[in-house]
């Protein structure tokens, strides 16, 4: 079928839009976003008789802006800005919101899952879907709630289109404000969620089923903070029977939780 947008009303265009989210269509699935109408609409471009090609910047260059980007930022909310006004990562060109982070900044525990989904993308804030929800009815069964014990955030700020995995250049790219963001939090505990938060922040190609459950320690510039790989509430969510062990590792939490505490003169090591 062929629109013309140019004689459409504004109306007309609203309308041809709700019509598409009313039958389920609300993303787009490419990681750049086409005008579809424009293109059916205008002749095919003549090929051009010299290509001037800009020049290729890899995504490690692009890490080493973010890392002074993110090591000028002295507050999270100076980091907060500066993700949102950051156009070095594709994944924001197709993403309705930067999602930072949700909880309390001034808990102990920090809880970093892998990139925002479509709940997420719409309202802007980690963890909000149906695997958020697992999240946290997991933690209030050891008495942690997001309002006042934790405070949870993604290796990656944008959704990756229609869900699919984060590429390698793209976690490479976002590496340094999710480091910056543990720096500027400064946790005495540390809880990733699922193999890529794990692989990423640990630097390691061990998959989730062996890395969970076992303590690991983070450098922190003030010295070393235990972190814990746990299955992902999405994962949970599909496989139920994996739930034993991640009842096992929020015991786990809940027990060094304890030797961290005010009352107890042991730290953790
Ligand atoms: N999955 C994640 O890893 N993070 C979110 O914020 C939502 C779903």
């Not at 709940?119 to 929800?133: A, C, L, N």
């Not at 404000?177 to 400064?186: A, Q, T, V």
Request: contains cysteine.
């Amino acid at each position: 079928m062929e629109y013309n947008t140019v004689n459409m009303e504004n109306k007309d265009i609203l309308s041809h839009l709700q019509w598409y989210l009313d039958s389920g269509v609300d993303e787009t699935t490419g990681d750049e976003t086409l005008d579809w109408f424009a293109l059916s609409s205008s002749p095919a471009p003549k090929p051009a008789l010299a290509v001037k090609t800009a020049p290729v910047i890899s995504a490690d260059q692009i890490a080493q802006e973010a890392e002074k980007l993110a090591a000028d930022c002295n507050s999270l909310s100076d980091l907060n800005e500066v993700i949102k006004n950051f156009n070095g990562c594709r994944l924001k060109k197709t993403a309705t919101h930067t999602v930072f982070a949700d909880g309390n900044p001034e808990s102990d525990i920090i809880i970093i899952g892998e990139a925002p989904g479509v709940d997420e993308d719409r309202q802007g804030i980690p963890f909000v879907g149906e695997g958020g929800h697992l999240l946290d009815k997991m933690f209030k069964a050891i008495n942690l709630n997001r309002e006042s014990d934790f405070y949870i955030t993604n290796i990656l700020p944008w959704r990756p289109p229609g869900n699919r995995a984060p590429t390698d250049e793209e976690i490479t790219i976002c590496l340094p404000f999710i480091k910056r963001h543990i720096e500027l939090f400064s946790p005495k505990l540390i809880i990733l969620l699922g193999g890529i938060s794990a692989k990423s922040l640990l630097q390691t190609d061990t998959g989730i089923t062996r890395l969970r459950g076992k303590w690991h320690d983070y450098d922190l510039e003030s010295g070393k903070v235990p972190v814990l790989p746990l299955f992902h509430p999405a994962y949970l969510l599909k496989q139920p029977k994996a739930k034993g062990d991640t009842w096992a590792d929020l015991l786990s939490i809940k027990a060094r939780l304890e030797t961290l505490s005010p009352n107890n003169e042991e730290q953790a090591t």
